[in-house]
RNA sequence: GGUCGCGUGGCCGAGUGGUUAGGCAGAGCUCUGCAAAAGCUUGUACGGCGGUUCGAAUCCGUCCGCGACCUCCA
């Protein structure tokens, strides 16, 4: 495809044209999950956005390895130096679990997730604890380097003789070295790193901790950012394309990510640096606590959401519309998740399957002429393209997309007419409704109405269906209405149209 | 307190200085036995105050309000 992918760079804080270190090829990494718990809409929305991303640049020709890892080791809650403790072992400790049984719980759980919200697998989805060698091997490259020091079985990273000796360190986060020091001054001046703006990189493990591995330095574990720089390096070597994760990840983890790739490589890790941007609910970041006020806390899980079991909901909200929801909005910018907004997603995400439908089944045309409807429509699709390369634009999009419904709808309707119309820009609508709708937002045709997939469900309707019509051709509507409102309350809506009657369920 | 970002019509949400974002809701119409569903058409906007410009939702200043990060977080 002839156009030119632009992607803002946290980097550099601007937009920049794409361009791929090997030509044709891109290396993605993306910071996934730590499986410690159930996994977060919140993350889902990141991982979604990413998603898209990756079918978009596979779509326009790109071979691509996405690597995306799962942290089973290494995330402390809390701080190093006041006891703190590691999210997966603490999980195991109060459920009696060994660390691995909670890794798998909730990995095969995340997956189910994310296979539910039709995200394609990464290339390769490592995890921290299968590359403790690699990690050691890194620790001692920072080490030789001279950017990390040894104190009493743990490695530190020298964030000051690092910011001193290359210029990078603060660069993505736009954080001050001298404004940090001050910061964290007051916090921890117990601590055994020569500076408070160190960061751990191997931790020496105290009796109680679980998860241990032997290291030059001592039996210990990984710090929490090393991982990715580890994986990042093994998978998509030393310098790749795409980094990315979520906004809150800037500081400190890809900062100091960065820091340990110069440490060890003594190069950027990634040209191009992607931040995704917050899920809030009704207006604020989703947290569990309960608000004393209305008694119900301000979150809600992708089950409950699928369920439609959380007091914030009214109705349950099918996975495609959750995804259709999170595409109308860029992914650089907060989305704000509220039952109105979830209401109107569905509404338009089947108004939109619809058309599609509608489309996809015209049949073939006489070429006609190439007038102002021919020209309206190659100009909306010229801007679909365009506007998704600008930064996967996916809401901009998307309102091309909308505006070529009532074009579809038109010549179904027959107040538009096929002869203004050349077989090939009918091909091309087709053809770019199937791609972004399918192989680009990754939607599926999950409220068909037609059919239940059960086919003595489909054929008891077909019944019910005719004999209601039986009775309206008998002007007989006190039955043929004790049909319709009888359904209605079994939540089956009945749908009278100019081919009959259809159905679904509510 | 420090750093960064945001304030767009009833709601959600795009916007790359200059011609309609889009979705939902509302209104009108078509279809219908009546409805519903579906379709078509359509009104309402850029937090306040200054400034730059021929022209500002978009750039600059300022004030007000909100949020994120700085501690685990996607």
């Known amino acids: 495809m002839n156009i030119d992918l632009v992607i803002h760079n946290t980097l550099s804080n601007k937009k920049e044209k794409f361009e791929p ?17 159930d996994v977060h809409l919140g993350n889902c929305r990141t991982f ?9 640049l596979k779509y326009l020709g790109y071979k ?19 006891g703190a403790e590691d999210k997966i072992s603490k999980k195991a400790r109060l459920e009696k679990l060994e660390p691995m049984e909670v890794v798998q719980q909730y990995t095969v759980g995340f997956h189910d997730i994310m296979r539910i919200l039709n995200t394609e697998a990464p290339s390769i989805e490592p995890r921290a604890t299968g590359h403790i060698i690699e990690q050691i091997e890194m620790v001692q490259a920072i080490i ?22 290359k210029d990078v360190y603060g660069q993505l986060s736009g954080r001050i070295l001298e404004d940090l020091m001050v910061e964290t001054r007051e916090l921890n001046n117990q601590s055994e790193k020569n500076n408070p703006a160190d960061f751990a990189i191997w931790i020496k493990a105290d009796e109680s901790h679980i998860m241990r591995w032997n290291s030059p330095w001592s039996v210990g574990f990984p710090g929490w ?18 980094h990315g994760g979520g906004n809150d990840l800037k500081f400190p983890h890809h900062e100091n990510e960065i820091a340990q790739n110069f440490g060890a490589c003594g190069c950027q890790p ?5 931040h995704t941007n917050m899920l809030l609910m009704n207006g604020k970041k989703m947290s569990k606590s309960i608000d004393p006020e209305t008694g119900v806390s301000n979150s809600i899980t992708p089950q409950e959401l699928f369920t439609g079991n959380n007091p914030n909901i009214s109705k349950a909200f099918s996975p495609m519309v959750i995804r259709f929801f999170m595409l109308q909005s860029h992914y650089r910018s907060t989305l704000d998740l509220t039952d109105a907004a979830l209401v109107a997603a569905e509404k338009g995400y089947r108004r939109l399957m619809e058309a599609n439908k509608v489309l996809q089944n015209f049949a073939a045309i006489e070429n006609g002429a190439a007038g102002d ?4 429509i190659n100009l909306l699709i010229d801007k679909t393209h365009s506007e998704m390369s600008h930064d996967f634009n996916t809401p901009m999009a998307m309102a091309r997309l909308f505006e070529l ?9 027959g107040h538009l007419s096929f002869s203004d119309l050349t077989t090939d820009t009918l091909d091309r609508l087709k053809q770019v409704f199937s791609d972004y709708i399918y192989t680009i937002f990754g939607l599926k045709d999950e409220l068909d109405s037609a059919s239940s997939g059960n086919s003595s469900m489909d054929g008891l309707m077909q019944l019910v269906i005719e004999l209601r019509q039986g009775a309206r051709e008998n002007k007989d509507w006190p039955t043929s209405d004790k049909i319709r409102d009888t359904l209605a309350e079994l939540e089956i809506q009945l749908k009278d149209g100019k081919e009959g009657t259809s159905w679904s369920k509510i």
């Open 21 to 37: 270190i090997e030509d044709g090829y891109v290396g993605m990494y993306v910071c996934g999950p730590t499986v410690y718990s």
């Open 48 to 56: 979604v956005s990413f998603d898209i991303i990756y079918r978009y």
């Open 64 to 82: 691509v390895r996405y690597v995306r890892n799962i942290t089973d080791v290494g995330h402390l809650e809390g701080d190093v130096d006041t």
């Open 144 to 165: 030789d380097n001279g950017f990390a020091y040894e104190k009493n079985g743990s490695v530190y990273f020298d964030t000051i003789k690092f910011a001193k000796d």
């Open 225 to 242: 950012h090393l991982e990715c720089s580890a994986m990042s390096t093994k998978y998509l070597g030393k310098t790749f394309d795409i």
């Open 270 to 274: 990634a040209n191009y640096w992607l």
């Open 373 to 376: 409807l021919d020209k309206e």
């Open 405 to 413: 419904v009532p074009k579809v709808n038109g010549l179904k309707e």
